[in-house]
């Protein structure tokens, strides 16, 4: 009996030394199984510029490798922190055997491939944060094992998908989730409700669609949301706008709509920034957003807020950043601005905008009692008047952005505005200002955009400092100065010797030259009624549009940008070599629909072009050229330059739509094509257009880019010949015959199948490489196809594709609509009247011809614009039964 207790006992002992000495071998495996999968890590490490990991090697242990921190009791790796290392490579699934992990900071690296799975091993996990690299994928469902996880940043990666919210709800002590700027997308989940913990949800720059859950605002502890740009939509629910805890909501860039709850300052006093900018929100300006007495960002821009802005606004002394730019707020009278007296108490104002809205009357002198901190003033596209105050170029020091432009601003520009010697942008484009441009500002080093176009201003342009730089100043508009740069191209000013003896000249010269004058232009005008009386046909075309550019309708940035819809995606109509085309409804200006032409300056060339269609469209008007109603040369809400022509909007868009209907629309063809009848008096307007460049101009004016995309039709159907961007003025000739006319100096590009062969041999552009182009349009015209058409390979082209069939396959080229459409209507004018003249073919075989001996290859064989015109208007004649004596149309 004692002898089994004796032997029982002894076992115990054994047993328990077994144990014991098995505890103390797993000690140092477990570290082993550490060491192995942080080398596994630097295995999948293929740069590291700083040499981070050469410490991790056999030398040392491993809980002393740089970025590795161990658990002082039992030495287990707990956190690995390489942030911003630009360690480049994947990320290892064998991170996931580190089971006491608690902290991953790999941060501002460049890793990329997908999170490993095997981070759901990682239950003691409680930070991760893989933010500013190349990760792609989706966001690991099984992070939701990691129960300890408080806070998941994913920030600035690739990632796709939707967020796993229902499987990461399981997380009841996460607080924060950081998934801003990936290609998120799917809807944010009701069920983001049940993280009861959250307090700071980021979500912005992704795909995310939908309507915000209303559960969002029963998270007690919640207190920041950011979702900006993404396609959100709907109404905020009124249970986030109840949760007193928020701080920050910034939804912009997305489709909110709807009002602001008339007490959110009330519900929400701990708010310190509101971001509602870029959506639909509307109603009137909330006034009760003073109550939040923490508020220093708010922004309500590009919303269609009104009312008026409460003059107590200045209560929020802790605002940095006030933007209510592009809404409906004032009522365009004295006293809209008289809040800016309140906001003298924010002495950490930054950002006042306040751009395109409605405030009238004057600038407030209080106004120079600002924030010393403040650096951009925005108050462009209102209805402000009266003079700039004397006093406003001593206060902020700082400033560097000031934006007065498209207002009513009258008097003299003050030279103390030089007193800004951090002024770096200033617009005062589009005011009635005058009197001389101080030479104060030549001064100003840092002054890199001044732009005082559209005025009034006078006298000599400096040419120091900014004024040396044409890309960097704007003075367009302002007939009367003189001097300054070449690149201007300002008359040189008068030499003035002496004050009396400069009156005495002037009054002698008049003396003399007034009378001449009279005489002169009486002879002039005598001549000019005659001439009209004879040339009647021809100048009928001549509009009513402004003799000059200076004389337009005058637009801002901010008009256009309202006109647009902010240049709305849905507003887009076109788009060229140069930049986009969008459709525009001018408010101010009897909802005027407008075509805006915004030239994308990023591309080579773009800035040329756009200076080539304003000296191209300076002086000229005709019913058959497209109409220019604005000029705007400015800058955007970004800061960075903005050019924009703005042109009057056809509704029938571009014959290029009417001559290819299916590769460009979804309408069926029929309902897209033209009859023989509306083809040629087409042919005859863009015809006209083209004569009138080349012969009734001060100077010859070649289009150098003609093609049906650049030729509008309006609601008639009268074509209209637009796109100047390639334009090249030419000096009148003395001789004006086809062999000897004056040619442009430069050579150019044009559009390929259109642009004159000669301009492919690097020969200078010319009006009879406008008779080129106009050629090849005619033959697009009458046979349907393009002149880049598949079936034109080798020496096939569309001339000689015509040619070859002009004596007995005509019918076999010709545009199948136009055939069916004379066999249908062979008798009857769009108007119902009967035609007895000649028949379609007749007509069609009559305008192939022109289109050959238009587009000849040598330019001395080619027609002339007035000899075109002439026989055009004979074949319509005969085409429309009208007698016709001695008068040969055959081409």
Same mark, same amino acid.
């Given at each position: 009996m004692w002898g089994f207790r004796s032997s029982s006992t002894l076992? $115990?002992?054994?047993?328990?030394?077994? !144990?014991?000495?098995? +505890?103390?071998?797993? #000690?140092?495996?477990?570290?082993?199984?550490?060491?192995?999968?942080?080398?596994?890590? #630097?295995? /999948?490490?293929?740069?590291?510029?700083?040499? !981070?990991?050469?410490?991790?090697?056999?030398? /040392? =242990?491993?809980?002393?490798?740089?970025? !590795?921190?161990?658990?002082?009791?039992?030495?287990? !790796?707990?956190?690995?922190?390489?942030?911003?290392?630009?360690?480049?490579?994947?990320?290892?699934?064998?991170?996931?055997?580190?089971? +006491?992990?608690? +902290?991953? =900071?790999?941060?501002?690296?460049?890793?990329?491939?997908?999170?490993?799975?095997?981070?759901?091993?990682?239950?003691?996990?409680?930070?991760?944060?893989? $933010?500013? *690299?190349?990760? $792609?994928?989706?966001?690991?469902? *099984?992070?939701?094992?990691?129960?300890?996880?408080?806070?998941?940043?994913?920030?600035? *990666?690739?990632?796709?998908?939707?967020?796993?919210?229902?499987?990461?709800? *399981?997380?009841?002590?996460?607080?924060?989730?950081? +998934?801003?700027?990936?290609?998120?997308?799917?809807?944010i989940p009701s069920s983001i409700g049940n993280l009861s913990s959250l307090t700071a949800l980021s979500l912005g720059f992704n795909n995310l669609e939908g309507n915000l859950p209303m559960e969002m605002g029963l998270l007690k502890r919640f207190f920041f949301f950011s979702a900006p740009e993404n396609k959100l939509s709907g109404i905020i629910p009124a249970s986030i706008f109840n949760s007193s805890a928020i701080t920050v909501i910034s939804v912009g860039g997305n489709s909110f709509h709807g009002s602001l709850p008339t007490n959110i300052g009330l519900t929400l006093p701990n708010l310190e920034g509101l971001y509602l900018g870029a959506n639909k929100f509307y109603g009137n300006f909330p006034t009760s957003i003073t109550n939040a007495s923490g508020l220093n960002i708010l922004d309500l821009s590009r919303n269609k807020f009104e009312g008026q802005v409460p003059a107590n606004l200045g209560d929020l002394t802790q605002l940095e950043k006030v933007n209510l730019y592009h809404n409906l707020i004032g009522n365009n009278s004295t006293g809209d601005l008289d809040f800016i007296g309140s906001l003298t108490n924010c002495s950490n104002l930054r950002i006042l905008a306040l751009s395109d809205n409605k405030f009238g009357g004057n600038i407030p002198k209080v106004m120079a009692n600002l924030s010393k901190q403040l650096t951009e003033l925005w108050l462009g596209g209102n209805q402000l008047s009266g003079s700039i105050p004397e006093g406003f170029g001593k206060f902020c020091s700082d400033l560097a952005n000031l934006y007065m432009e498209a207002n009513f601003f009258q008097g003299t520009i003050p030279p103390n505005l030089a007193s800004w010697k951090s002024i770096q942008q200033l617009d005062l484009s589009s005011n009635n200002l005058t009197g001389p441009i101080p030479k104060e500002l030549e001064k100003l080093q840092f002054l890199s955009y001044l732009n005082l176009s559209y005025n009034d201003i006078e006298g000599e342009v400096p040419n120091t400092g900014v004024f040396s730089n044409a890309s960097q100043i704007s003075l367009i508009g302002n007939n009367k100065l003189c001097g300054g740069i070449p690149e201007l191209e300002f008359p040189p000013c008068p030499l003035i010797k002496g004050k009396n003896r400069g009156k005495l000249k002037v009054i002698i010269l008049l003396s003399i030259v007034l009378p001449a004058t009279l005489l002169v232009l009486g002879a002039l005008l005598l001549y000019f009624l005659l001439y009209q009386k004879r040339e009647r046909r021809i100048v009928a075309g001549f509009s009513s549009m402004p003799a000059r550019i200076d004389e337009l309708l005058r637009l801002s940035y901010h008009e256009l940008l309202r006109a647009t819809s902010g240049f709305s995606p849905e507003n887009l109509i076109g788009s060229g070599n140069f930049g986009s085309v969008y459709k525009g409804r001018l408010e101010k200006h009897g909802n005027k629909l407008v075509a805006v032409k915004v030239l994308d300056l990023q591309k080579n060339g773009a800035s040329k072009s756009f200076k080539a269609e304003c000296k191209a469209l300076r002086n000229i008007r005709h019913r058959n050229l497209v109409s220019i109603v604005s000029y705007c040369s400015s800058v955007d809400s970004k800061g960075d330059e903005f050019k924009a022509l703005v042109y009057e909007f056809m509704e029938n868009g571009n014959l290029d739509l009417w001559l290819h209907p299916s590769e460009t629309t979804a309408q069926a063809t029929s309902?897209?094509?033209?009859?023989?009848? /509306?083809?040629?008096?087409?042919?005859?307007?863009v015809a006209s257009a083209l004569q009138y460049l080349h012969d009734h101009c001060e100077a010859e004016i070649v289009h150098c880019d003609l093609k049906p995309s650049n030729i509008l039709l309006d609601n008639d159907l009268v074509a209209h010949v637009g796109d100047f961007g390639l334009a090249r003025l030419l000096p009148k000739p003395v001789n004006t015959s086809s062999e000897q006319r004056t040619s442009s100096t430069i050579a150019l590009k044009g559009s390929i199948g259109y642009a004159a062969p000669e301009y492919g041999m690097g020969l200078v552009a010319s009006t009879q490489g406008d008779v080129y182009s106009y050629g090849i349009l005619l033959l697009e015209m009458i046979t349907g196809r393009r002149p880049t058409d598949d079936i034109f390979v080798g020496d096939l082209d569309l001339h000689n594709y015509v040619n070859g069939a002009l004596h007995e396959r005509v019918p076999e080229i010709v545009d199948p609509l136009l055939l069916l459409e004379g066999d249908e209507n062979r008798n009857m004018t769009p108007g119902g009247e009967t035609i007895n003249g000649g028949t379609e073919i007749d007509c069609i075989i009559s305008l192939l011809k022109f289109g050959l001996k238009c587009s000849a290859r040598l330019p001395n064989d080619r027609m002339h614009m007035n000899e075109v015109v002439r026989k055009l208007h004979l074949i319509k004649d005969v085409f429309l039964g009208v007698r016709v004596h001695q008068e040969n149309f055959d081409a």
């Open positions: 076992a $115990s002992i054994f047993l328990l030394l077994s !144990v014991a000495m098995s +505890f103390s071998a797993a #000690k140092p495996f477990q570290n082993e199984t550490d060491r192995l999968a942080l080398l596994e890590f #630097k295995k /999948q490490i293929y740069d590291d510029p700083f040499g !981070v990991l050469n410490s991790w090697n056999h030398s /040392q =242990h491993h809980c002393q490798w740089e970025g !590795v921190t161990c658990s002082t009791r039992h030495r287990r !790796v707990m956190a690995l922190t390489l942030r911003d290392k630009q360690l480049s490579g994947t990320i290892s699934p064998h991170v996931g055997n580190l089971s +006491f992990m608690r +902290f991953i =900071h790999l941060e501002e690296n460049q890793f990329h491939g997908e999170i490993p799975q095997e981070f759901g091993r990682l239950f003691r996990l409680r930070v991760l944060n893989l $933010s500013s *690299n190349a990760i $792609s994928g989706k966001i690991p469902e *099984n992070l939701s094992y990691c129960a300890e996880m408080i806070a998941i940043s994913l920030f600035e *990666n690739k990632l796709e998908g939707k967020i796993p919210i229902d499987q990461l709800s *399981n997380l009841k002590k996460l607080k924060g989730i950081n +998934f801003t700027k990936n290609n998120l997308t799917g809807e309902s897209r094509s033209l009859n023989l009848l /509306q083809k040629l008096n087409i042919a005859i307007d």
